[in-house]
């Protein structure tokens, strides 16, 4: 079973970014894709965007385009979502997750711990 | 792009209650549905893969059913460790507002 570990929580000023990080462990990294999900406090959950490392593909929700920028280092299994222009309501939770085939259009079997990104001036 | 909305938002029940939650897409995503559970401050799981594929390891009191638009999770007798909030998602179309609203299960 593949295990996802994401960087730690993060605090920023509004208009900065952020980058978070999550690193694989088990399974071959370039086999399958890594999707991002975030969770506003006390919201639901909201697909942002992938990536499939090994053709490096990534999407991301209309929502999000020009904002959000997701890359994957295949030498160290990670994957990165770097968030910009950060805003008050991008606070929430940012998860990780795995789809076992390599598209970005799937059901998520692992999940990262989640990192927890406050913008705040 | 494709909606998804669940019913209901929340419910009460007992332990050994059987549960369903329906989840409805406005339009039709075939058998692209997967159900997912999550507890306070913890990561999703699925439960539930292709509208009715158990994952492994999950407990076969959960069951899954629907195709098309119409979707629903079965709990045949609901325990502790059940109480949580349970998302449909659905992977058919792009773009992806995937993911439903949620249904919180309490205890009564």
């Known amino acids: 079973q593949v295990q996802l570990v994401q960087s730690g929580a993060e605090v920023k000023k509004p208009g900065s970014s952020v980058k978070v990080s999550c690193k694989a462990s088990?399974?071959?990294?370039?086999?399958?894709?890594i999707i991002w999900v975030r969770q506003a406090p006390g919201q639901g959950l909201e697909w942002m965007g992938g990536i499939i490392p090994i053709f490096g593909t990534t999407n991301s929700a209309q929502k999000f385009q020009g904002r959000v920028t997701i890359t994957a280092d295949k030498s160290t299994s990670t994957a990165y979502m770097e968030l910009s222009s950060l805003r008050s309501e991008d606070t929430a939770v940012y998860y990780c997750?795995?789809?076992?085939?390599?598209?970005?259009?799937?059901?998520?079997?692992?999940w990262g711990q989640g990192t927890l990104v406050t913008v705040s001036s | 792009a494709i909606q998804l909305t669940q019913s209901p938002s929340s419910l009460s029940a007992s332990v050994g209650d059987r549960v369903t939650i329906t989840c409805r897409a406005s339009q039709g995503i075939s058998s692209a549905l997967a159900w997912y559970q999550q507890k306070p401050g913890k990561a999703p799981k699925v439960l539930i893969y292709?509208?009715?594929s158990l994952e492994s390891g999950v407990p076969s009191r959960f069951s899954g059913s629907g195709s098309g638009t119409d979707f629903t999770l079965t709990i045949s007798s609901l325990q502790p460790e059940d109480f949580a909030t349970y998302y449909c998602q659905q992977f058919n179309s792009y773009p992806h507002e995937t993911f439903g609203p949620g249904t919180k299960v309490d205890i009564k």
């Open positions: 997750a795995r789809s076992q085939v390599p598209t970005l259009y799937n059901w998520l079997d692992s």
């Open positions: 088990g399974g071959t990294f370039s086999s399958y894709a």
């Open positions: 292709d509208a009715s």
